[in-house]
């Protein structure tokens, strides 16, 4: 489960420098972006109790990217338009894997011994 894999890294990351996870910031692909409220509940019900209680998540999101067959551009993919590439207006595309869930860095306050 996602939430508890994160909950896991941002512990040990705040063990190490024996201090108190303040917040973390994680990035996601558009596709993760529908769970992000459940993602954030989870982690929150799971880290009552832990050295995370209150660490607050701030999420971003990473736009999906497509890679042009004609000129190997590559560019984020807009879905609110025709998708085109911006170089040469070829149709002939290809999607990128989306990307996956990544932690990207955790800010911590250390505890006064
Ligand atoms: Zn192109």
């Given at each position: 489960?996602?939430?508890?894999s994160?909950?896991?890294?941002?512990?040990?990351e705040?063990?190490?420098?024996?201090?108190?996870?303040?917040?973390?910031?994680i990035?996601?692909?558009?596709?993760?972006?529908?769970?992000?409220?459940i993602?954030?509940?989870?982690?929150?019900?799971?880290?009552?109790?832990?050295?995370?209680?209150?660490?607050?998540?701030?999420?971003e999101?990473?736009?999906?990217?497509?890679?042009?067959?004609?000129?190997?551009?590559?560019?984020e993919?807009?879905?609110n338009?025709?998708?085109?590439?911006?170089?040469?207006?070829?149709?002939?595309?290809?999607?990128?894997?989306?990307?996956p869930?990544?932690?990207?860095?955790?800010?911590?306050?250390?505890?006064v011994?």
């Amino acid at each position: 489960m996602v939430a508890q894999s994160l909950l896991a890294a941002i512990s040990a990351e705040a063990a190490k420098h024996n201090a108190r996870p303040i917040s973390a910031k994680i990035s996601c692909g558009r596709l993760y972006s529908i769970n992000e409220e459940i993602l954030r509940f989870a982690f929150k019900a799971i880290a009552k109790g832990t050295p995370c209680e209150g660490t607050k998540l701030v999420i971003e999101q990473k736009p999906l990217q497509a890679k042009c067959r004609s000129c190997e551009k590559t560019f984020e993919v807009d879905f609110n338009s025709e998708i085109n590439c911006p170089d040469c207006k070829s149709s002939d595309l290809e999607m990128l894997p989306d990307s996956p869930l990544l932690l990207e860095e955790i800010e911590l306050e250390e505890l006064v011994p």
